[in-house]
């Protein structure tokens, strides 16, 4: 049992199935009293009734006052795991590269404005960020969603730097390909890239325990992304390059 979140009010948004179903079903398996939030009120209803938490659907950007009363009056621990996989290029329209940066990024922010106050005033609090290891590096096919993750782990980040001193926790999870919806909606490229080193949902929970426990801010359920990202910010072109020819690959592949 990790002791830091044994009778923790927890929220973790879009955990009606997937990565946040697992983080939820975890955080209950340690001794938390768990928030299930989704837009879909069935799917959070359904997760919830599963481990004895509480339903709270609605979206995530306007759910902390809720779910803050839901758990009697402090949410310790806030997951803001609910997020879009916005595929296309520069020239995805308007509403999708909106829809990404409001559900990848400003729902992030809206949170943490809510729930900071109170976590400054305690002197704790603990905010874990669904990213994408598309937030350290890029995912091919998919400019809305790589550019929106990497402005999830930059506002991580900086909440880390910025509040570490005075007691609030971060945590930034990169997993690269997981076996969910989301992973199928990523269609041939997610085939290419991400399907052949898959990993389930619970892994995802189970590294970010290990995390917690050692007191890290970054996590990586596929710890071979730790060496892309060396070489990405070591060799850029040389990484830019092998990146470019798996476009290639892609692109070869469709025709």
């Given at each position: 049992?990790?002791?830091?979140?044994q009778?923790?009010?927890?929220?973790?948004?879009?955990?009606?199935?997937?990565?946040g179903?697992?983080?939820?079903?975890?955080?209950?398996?340690?001794?938390?009293?768990?928030?299930?939030?989704?837009?879909?009120a069935?799917r959070a209803r359904?997760v919830?009734?599963?481990?004895?938490?509480?339903?709270v659907?609605?979206?995530?950007?306007?759910?902390?006052?809720?779910?803050?009363e839901a758990?009697?009056?402090?949410?310790?621990?806030?997951?803001?795991?609910?997020?879009?996989?916005?595929?296309?290029?520069?020239?995805?329209?308007?509403a999708?590269?909106?829809?990404?940066?409001?559900?990848?990024?400003?729902?992030?922010?809206?949170?943490?404005?809510?729930?900071?106050?109170?976590?400054?005033?305690?002197?704790?609090?603990?905010?874990?960020s669904?990213?994408?290891?598309?937030?350290?590096?890029?995912?091919?096919?998919?400019?809305?969603?790589?550019?929106?993750?990497?402005?999830?782990?930059?506002?991580?980040?900086?909440?880390?730097l910025?509040?570490?001193?005075?007691?609030?926790?971060?945590?930034?999870?990169?997993p690269?390909?997981?076996?969910?919806?989301?992973?199928?909606?990523?269609?041939s490229?997610?085939?290419l890239?991400?399907?052949?080193?898959?990993?389930?949902?619970?892994?995802?929970?189970?590294?970010?325990?290990?995390?917690?426990?050692?007191?890290?801010?970054?996590?990586?359920?596929h710890?071979?992304?730790?060496?892309?990202?060396?070489v990405r910010?070591s060799e850029?072109?040389?990484?830019?390059?092998?990146?470019?020819?798996?476009?290639?690959?892609?692109?070869?592949?469709?025709?």
């Amino acid at each position: 049992m990790v002791e830091a979140v044994q009778d923790a009010g927890v929220v973790v948004t879009g955990a009606g199935g997937g990565i946040g179903a697992a983080l939820a079903r975890r955080f209950a398996a340690e001794g938390a009293r768990v928030v299930v939030n989704d837009l879909d009120a069935d799917r959070a209803r359904a997760v919830a009734d599963e481990i004895g938490g509480i339903a709270v659907a609605g979206d995530a950007s306007a759910i902390v006052e809720a779910a803050r009363e839901a758990l009697g009056g402090a949410v310790d621990v806030y997951c803001a795991n609910a997020g879009v996989a916005s595929g296309g290029s520069e020239a995805a329209g308007e509403a999708v590269w909106a829809q990404a940066w409001d559900v990848n990024v400003m729902a992030h922010v809206r949170a943490a404005h809510a729930l900071l106050p109170g976590w400054l005033e305690r002197g704790k609090g603990r905010f874990v960020s669904t990213v994408s290891a598309a937030g350290l590096l890029t995912m091919i096919g998919a400019a809305p969603y790589s550019v929106t993750k990497h402005g999830a782990y930059a506002f991580a980040e900086w909440l880390s730097l910025t509040y570490r001193h005075r007691g609030i926790k971060v945590h930034a999870i990169c997993p690269q390909g997981v076996r969910t919806d989301m992973l199928e909606a990523t269609g041939s490229a997610g085939d290419l890239v991400l399907k052949p080193t898959a990993i389930e949902p619970q892994d995802v929970a189970d590294a970010l325990f290990k995390g917690i426990a050692e007191d890290r801010f970054l996590i990586l359920p596929h710890p071979e992304v730790a060496g892309y990202y060396q070489v990405r910010a070591s060799e850029p072109d040389r990484w830019l390059t092998n990146m470019n020819h798996l476009q290639q690959k892609w692109e070869a592949a469709a025709e």
